[in-house]
């Protein structure tokens, strides 16, 4: 018998081996699920965590936690059987507190219709992938500002899970001031903030997720945290959620900036999160472009579709998944072990529901404080680079605006070039969107 008739696989790996081409790549059926299971553990605590903010958005939680691990599951099993990338898709940290506390808190926008806000930008991001439009936008929008709106948004998200843990609050005097931090839920808050760094700092797998459950526990002796009757359940009610967003009531000017910002910010994270992960799979071609990129990017963008179907913010590709990428994660495979598991999670919603706000307020500090990384990027040793930049990072949170911050920064970053001289530098898309964004201020906001 030839050597290579004895590593032929067959039966069900064979399958495996003929769909996942997983030789070709360099993996086997055991490294791929190993895989799986790792980037599962490392990003579940978004099922914990949505729930929790959408509920501020004005969405039932229990409809929210089903939205989240189907929207998850169907969009992380697409990605996997479609693109045969080992990449994880679930709603995206960042846009779903920009969905409640911005869209739906600050902007009084009712959250149905946010829900149709989230599908329209969606839909945007899939006609742009198919058309080719997208490789127009990222040639168009100048290296600082992309890196500078990755760190408004984490110093935005950052800001919003300090106010939520209660560690910053308003103060007519200074605006904001420390909080009580021996109020019971602000104390829970600070030790879970404590635990869940130091877990991400050892780099401990699942540290984020573990960090909240730790942090869940500790809130009971406190009455913080209210214990549920049983670990496992029938899964929760979908009708509150489920097909109920109006795009026709998104579909006004004075969202534009909003759906823009949506898009914009999920684009370039998915982007970003591709080329970070992918560059360690063997994925990118000697011209530096990703191998069946177009499909992951569909892939991508189509989650954002589903899940406002189902009733959720933003759905996009974890960066977590170079967890699984790093043990070994190669192919498709990987996506559908972690789309299985999503999909078994839905009975244990009773966990996820008694999840306190206190708990999952660190989780948006420590994300907030990873997207800020992306400011060690920018040259603030030239100010024609970092006056526009800054503008766009600092006006996130102290406007309380993704869209805002993004929209003056634009702008900021055309008319800074055109008066230095500059002018010819600057693509037309950028002279396109920053007029539009000026006559959303003069005539709209």
């Known amino acids: 018998m030839s050597k290579e008739a004895v590593v032929q696989p067959t039966g069900q790996s064979g399958f495996l081996e003929e769909f996942f081409h997983l030789q070709e790549n360099g993996t086997n059926v055991r ?88 599908f329209i930008s969606g839909l945007i991001a899939v006609i742009v992938t198919l058309t080719g439009l997208r490789e127009l936008l990222i040639r168009a929008i100048p290296l600082p500002l992309k890196h500078a709106v990755g760190a408004g948004i984490g110093l935005f998200i950052a800001f919003i899970g300090l106010k939520n843990a209660g560690i910053v609050v308003p103060d007519q005097a200074t605006i904001v001031a420390l909080g009580d931090l021996t109020n019971p839920k602000t104390l829970v808050a600070v030790i879970g903030l404590v635990i869940t760094g130091a877990l991400v700092a050892r780099q401990v797998k699942g540290g984020m997720l573990l960090g909240i459950l730790l942090t869940t526990l500790i809130g009971v002796p406190l009455g913080v945290t209210k214990l549920p009757a049983s670990i496992i359940s029938p899964p929760p009610s979908m009708a509150a959620g489920f097909l109920k967003l109006n795009v026709l009531g998104a579909l006004k000017w004075s ?56 009733g959720t913010s933003n759905t996009t ?28 999670s839905i009975i244990f919603s009773p966990i996820a529901l008694a999840v306190p706000g206190e708990a999952t307020a660190p989780a948006l500090v420590i994300v907030g404080i990873f997207m800020a990384a992306s400011l060690t990027e920018i040259k603030f040793d030239d100010f024609v680079e970092a006056f526009p930049a800054f503008l766009t990072v600092v006006l996130m949170p102290l406007t309380f605006s993704i869209s805002l911050g993004l929209s003056l920064g634009f702008i900021a970053y055309t008319l800074v070039m055109l008066l230095t001289g500059k002018g010819a530098q600057v693509h037309w898309v950028m002279y396109l969107l920053s007029i539009l964004f000026t006559l959303y201020f003069a005539f709209i906001h």
């Open 31 to 118: 490294t791929e699920v190993l895989a799986g299971l790792t980037t599962f553990v490392t990003m579940a605590y978004i099922i914990l965590v949505n729930p929790v903010i959408l509920k501020a958005g004005g969405l039932d939680p229990g409809a929210v936690f089903m939205a989240t691990c189907l929207a998850a599951a169907a969009s992380t099993l697409f990605m996997g059987l479609y693109a045969n990338y080992p990449f994880a898709l679930a709603p995206g940290m960042g846009l779903n507190a920009f969905f409640a506390y911005v869209m739906v808190g600050a902007m009084k926008v009712d959250p149905y219709t946010a829900l149709g806000a989230v």
């Open 255 to 310: 969202l534009f900036p909003t759906i823009f910002s949506l898009f914009f910010a999920d684009l370039f994270d998915t982007i970003g999160t591709f080329v970070g992960v992918a560059s360690r799979t063997g994925m990118i071609d000697e011209h530096g472009n990703l191998k069946r990129g177009n499909r992951a990017l569909f892939a991508d963008s189509l989650g954002t579709v589903l899940g406002a179907l189902l």
């Open 317 to 344: 590709t974890y960066v977590e998944s170079a967890a699984g990428v790093s043990v070994g994660g190669r192919t498709g495979l990987t996506a559908v072990v972690v789309a299985v598991l999503f999909i078994l």
